[in-house]
């Protein structure tokens, strides 16, 4: 009964680290090695793995308990390199040091307590990146300073309002139909002189460039239903932004 629940404690540990890894921006081979790493480290004679972009399976077998499996499914990831670092050092330690899986547990809880001084990083590299790509892209100071706030409320959307489940496809649709109706707010009311400037610099915070990347490397690699899945989406994604986009310009042609 001991190494059953010895099995199960250490299945549960690896999982729960590859899902928060492939949460951070990790490709699923990445969050798959640390899974059988892990297992291996604690002892497990074999493992195995199968892993998509929203879901890993793994099974491992003891001599004494026999098989065991558990899966874990993601309704949502994104991109935190910092917090991906941290998840990569601790599954290194993990295999070099096999430290206690409760002590390893509660590591694993305070990795993923997300830090508000980090929110605001994360908020600040919204509204730079909006303004550096207007400016590169041919606008003027007052077109990157316009796509600042328009940023910082697709960051806020993002992080406050969009609800646990809901369709990321409808979600990232509406950010841009909101984005493009201020771009164009603003450039009426004289705060700001180019629109497809201000929405072109607000458009690149929200193109899933990772996801496409990480699409190629996985299909490189071999993980071709994975890296398949997610090309689909980013150009599911990226047609969903593009129309968000579109529906204000439409309407305020219209209405003009």
Same mark, same amino acid.
């Given at each position: 009964?001991?190494?059953?629940?010895?099995?199960?404690?250490?299945?549960?540990?690896?999982? !729960?680290?590859?899902?928060?890894?492939?949460?951070c921006?990790?490709?699923?081979?990445?969050?798959?090695?640390?899974?059988?790493? @892990?297992?291996?480290?604690?002892?497990?004679?074999?493992?195995?793995?199968?892993?998509?972009? =929203?879901? @890993?399976?793994?099974? #491992?077998?003891?001599?004494? +308990?026999g098989?065991? =499996?558990?899966?874990?499914?993601?309704?949502s990831?994104?991109?935190?390199?910092?917090?991906?670092?941290?998840?990569?050092?601790?599954?290194?330690?993990?295999?070099?040091?096999?430290?206690?899986? !409760?002590?390893?547990?509660?590591?694993?809880? +305070?990795?993923?307590?997300?830090?508000?001084? *980090?929110?605001?990083?994360?908020?600040?590299?919204?509204?730079?990146?909006?303004? =550096? *790509?207007?400016?590169? *892209?041919?606008?003027?100071?007052?077109?990157a300073?316009?796509? #600042? &706030?328009?940023?910082?409320?697709?960051?806020? $959307?993002?992080?406050?309002?969009?609800?646990?489940?809901?369709?990321?496809l409808? *979600?990232?649709?509406?950010? =841009?139909?909101?984005?493009?109706?201020?771009?164009?707010?603003?450039?009426?009311?004289g705060?700001?002189?180019?629109? !497809?400037?201000?929405?072109i610099?607000?458009?690149?915070?929200?193109?899933?460039?990772?996801? $496409? @990347?990480?699409?190629?490397?996985?299909?490189?690699?071999?993980?071709?239903?994975?890296?398949?899945?997610? $090309?689909?989406?980013?150009?599911?994604?990226?047609?969903?932004i593009? $129309?968000?986009?579109? @529906? &204000? #310009?439409?309407?305020?042609?219209?209405?003009?």
């Amino acid at each position: 009964m001991a190494e059953k629940r010895h099995c199960e404690k250490v299945l549960s540990l690896a999982l !729960d680290i590859a899902k928060n890894m492939v949460k951070c921006g990790a490709e699923v081979n990445r969050a798959e090695q640390a899974v059988m790493r @892990i297992c291996y480290a604690y002892g497990m004679e074999k493992a195995q793995v199968f892993s998509v972009v =929203s879901m @890993i399976i793994a099974t #491992v077998v003891d001599e004494e +308990s026999g098989a065991h =499996s558990q899966m874990r499914r993601s309704y949502s990831y994104g991109v935190n390199f910092g917090k991906l670092e941290k998840l990569n050092a601790l599954s290194r330690r993990i295999c070099t040091e096999t430290p206690d899986i !409760d002590v390893v547990r509660l590591e694993l809880e +305070s990795i993923c307590v997300e830090d508000k001084a *980090f929110r605001l990083k994360y908020c600040f590299g919204y509204m730079l990146a909006a303004a =550096s *790509f207007a400016v590169f *892209f041919g606008g003027n100071f007052m077109d990157a300073i316009a796509s #600042v &706030p328009i940023a910082a409320l697709i960051y806020f $959307l993002q992080t406050y309002i969009r609800v646990k489940g809901a369709s990321r496809l409808f *979600f990232t649709a509406l950010e =841009s139909a909101v984005a493009g109706f201020l771009a164009l707010l603003f450039v009426h009311f004289g705060f700001g002189n180019n629109p !497809d400037m201000i929405m072109i610099g607000d458009i690149m915070v929200l193109i899933p460039g990772l996801q $496409l @990347i990480n699409a190629v490397r996985e299909m490189l690699h071999g993980d071709l239903m994975s890296g398949m899945l997610r $090309l689909l989406e980013s150009v599911i994604l990226a047609v969903a932004i593009a $129309l968000g986009f579109a @529906i &204000p #310009v439409y309407f305020w042609g219209y209405m003009a």
